[in-house]
């Protein structure tokens, strides 16, 4: 199962909105290979969980493993055309992104989630979550939209990474990884 190359800040494919997965494909043996590889990018790197798009592949697809991240074993989920629906009070955690490394930032967001998507079996599935699940479900649901944990700062969260940010770009621009 080949490891995809995670893209970074600067790369356009980030900002686009991504598709839904037709019920035909998700059972396809090429989108059960893409789900693997998904699965061994994530644990190539220090991560809680990846989108799709984030691997320049623009379908509305996210594995999250919080059990991994937690040195607790593999606990693997794959959503597919999630929808997402935050609840709760809000709480402040300290984000990070496989796509912006080495920058940190602290994003308020709902405490709890329920999440309806399909599972690989193309089985449609509910889950209500809390902690980090809920956190990183939000976090990798924006990245099917374009949108990145960047975005939520606070305006002084912004002013704190904003050099490291625009480091991150001119990398890009100039072909560097
Ligand atoms: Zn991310």
Redesign the pocket.
């Known amino acids: 199962m080949p490891v995809r190359s995670v893209l970074i800040y600067g790369d356009p494919l980030l900002r686009q909105k991504s598709a839904e997965v037709s019920a035909e494909e998700i059972t396809s043996s090429e989108f059960q290979t893409f789900l693997d590889d998904l699965q061994e990018t994530l644990y190539s790197e220090d991560?809680v969980?990846?989108?799709a798009p984030?691997v320049g592949v623009l379908q509305r697809v996210f594995f999250i493993d919080v059990g991994w991240a937690e040195r607790k074993g593999k606990t693997p989920v794959w959503f597919i055309n999630p929808v997402v629906e935050p609840y709760g009070d809000l709480e402040d955690y300290d984000?990070?992104?496989?796509?912006?490394p080495d920058i940190r930032g602290h994003v308020k967001r709902p405490g709890h989630v329920r999440v309806s998507y399909t599972d690989r079996e193309g089985r449609a599935q509910t889950l209500d979550a809390d902690g980090l699940m809920a956190r990183c479900a939000q976090?990798?649901f924006?990245?099917l939209d374009g949108v990145?944990?960047v975005d939520r700062l606070s305006y002084a969260g912004k002013v704190l990474v904003q050099g490291k940010l625009k480091r991150l770009k001119q990398g890009q621009q100039q072909g560097r990884r």
């Open positions: 991560g969980g990846l989108a984030q984000e990070g992104c496989l796509s912006l976090h990798e924006d990245h990145l944990y």
